[in-house]
């Protein structure tokens, strides 16, 4: 009985998925294996952004509110790969290692700032990443690329708010091994690479300097007696958070097939950490089980809600009505996360 209580929220999302799904088979026209098809992209093109969160967590330096950093460092070694007129899967794997480096140092100085604000880490986070997705902003609108693809058309300088992806690396994880299962196209590159992460987040964790972060999260004062250090290793953590965000980026913006600038990233932590919520986060630590879980109820909502809010209300009222479902379970994971935490 404690366990199921444990898990009420994932148990009553669970549920309210599949009243929503029975729901949308019956009252849209929509075939059911094409939405399977949109949840399981959604899930990897979204996971690698809530994987993203996970270090951070279990170092005890809070949920990444700051994920626009890694973000905006994921665009910009998009960006410079476009610019290059690389193609493929090269195109691909080339922003993904430019992404990774930049997100290096833009992690490093992430850190630096947390380590400065200690016990304020998630709203200073939270301000931090505004910030910089409006400083970059300016840089989008002078950067020196030459690419005509992304530039305006009118004057010739500046960044497209929204840079299409279809000659260079547009979709190439979605369609990578994939095959059909029952008229449903299972995206076997994506659901791989996205595996592929786990397992190196999970096989890190049992490292030596993955179980010294882990030690950092439960008590600082038993790290340090022990002879480690938390400033380090606390930075370390950030830097490897920063760079799975830059990582993510890219494989959301493949998925996607469009490189969105300007204020896109302004918003994008938040169903990232809305799915970490939903998988069960007790505390500060953080599993793969969690995000896996948190992030198919997430999406399978988002995928699901959507036609049926067409089919029940005006079509003018869907994203309200979609906003209102997602917005109400994340309240509800949050209320009960609080009450949990209180109760222990």
Known sequence: MSRINAHLPQIAIAVFLLVISGLTFFSTDIPIPDLVKTLLVRFFMNGVLVLSIVPMLNAGVGINY??????????????????????????????????????IPAGYGYAWILNRTKGQEEITGLFLGFAAVFIMSFF????????????????????RPTIGLQSTFGGVLNNLGAFEVKAVTIPTGGLLFFGLLCGLLTYFARTRTGWAMSVVGENERFATVSGVSVKRHRTLAVIFSTVLAAVGICVYAQSYGFIQLYDAPLMMVFPAASAILLGGLTGKKATIGQVMLGTMLFQGVYVFSSPLANALVM?????IVRVIITSGIILYALLFQGRRVTAT
């Not at 905006?72 to 990774?100: E, H, P, Q, R, Y």
């Not at 079509?315 to 994203?319: I, L, Q, R, T, V």
């Open 140 to 159: 989008w609108a002078v950067a020196p690329f030459r690419n005509t693809e992304m530039l305006w058309p009118i004057g010739g300088q500046g960044l």
């Open 315 to 319: 079509p003018e009222m869907s994203e």
């Open 66 to 103: 700051g994920l626009p950093v890694g973000i905006l460092a994921g665009l910009l070694g998009m960006c410079i790969t476009v610019d290059l007129k690389v193609t493929g899967i090269f195109s691909f794997a080339l922003a993904i290692i430019i992404s990774a480096l930049i997100g």
